[in-house]
């Protein structure tokens, strides 16, 4: 397995892919890589995790980016989350529902890549509103519950 980090001319965007297995080991290599990046950004960072090639991963691999993730929630302003599987979508969806992450994040299919990298690069919250988790029933884990005949 491995993680490759992507070149960008924006300091304030970091991109990576995994190809294979994500473990602990490749975790751990990569976090001080991402807190660098947190830094640089000045806690604005934008991330790019291109998962089209990732073949699963452990749990404490997964652990520990989530723990990651929680304990540099201001670092980190937006996530694109690319990749082919069905269960990436499942994984960005709990991601961005839960209550430890605030960024805001989108989930883009392996061909959409480009997409991703031009949200990362133009998307821009408003500075005087509050940051607001959105569940929208049509999208994701909630996409079956949409008609009214559920209600």
Do not use: C
């Not at 975790?27 to 806690?43: T, V, Y």
């Not at 890549?113 to 929208?136: E, F, M, Y």
């Amino acid at each position: 397995m491995s993680v490759e980090r992507y070149e960008t001319k924006n300091p304030s965007i970091l991109g990576f892919s995994v190809d294979g297995k994500f473990t602990t080991e490749d975790i751990q290599g990569f976090l001080p890589e991402m807190e660098e990046a947190i830094r640089q950004a000045n806690n604005k960072l934008r991330l790019l995790i291109d998962v089209n090639q990732m073949h699963g991963a452990n749990v404490k691999s997964e652990w520990e980016l989530f723990e990651f993730l929680k304990n540099h929630v201001k670092g980190i302003e937006y996530i694109a989350i690319v990749g082919a599987h069905s269960w990436t979508k499942v994984m960005s969806e709990i991601l961005a529902d839960s209550v430890f992450i605030m960024a805001e994040t989108h989930y883009f299919k392996a061909e959409e890549i480009d997409d991703a990298w031009a949200w990362l690069n133009t998307a821009a919250h408003p500075k005087h509103i509050p940051v607001r988790r959105v569940i929208s029933s049509d999208k994701g884990l909630f996409t079956k519950y949409a008609s009214p005949d559920y209600i």
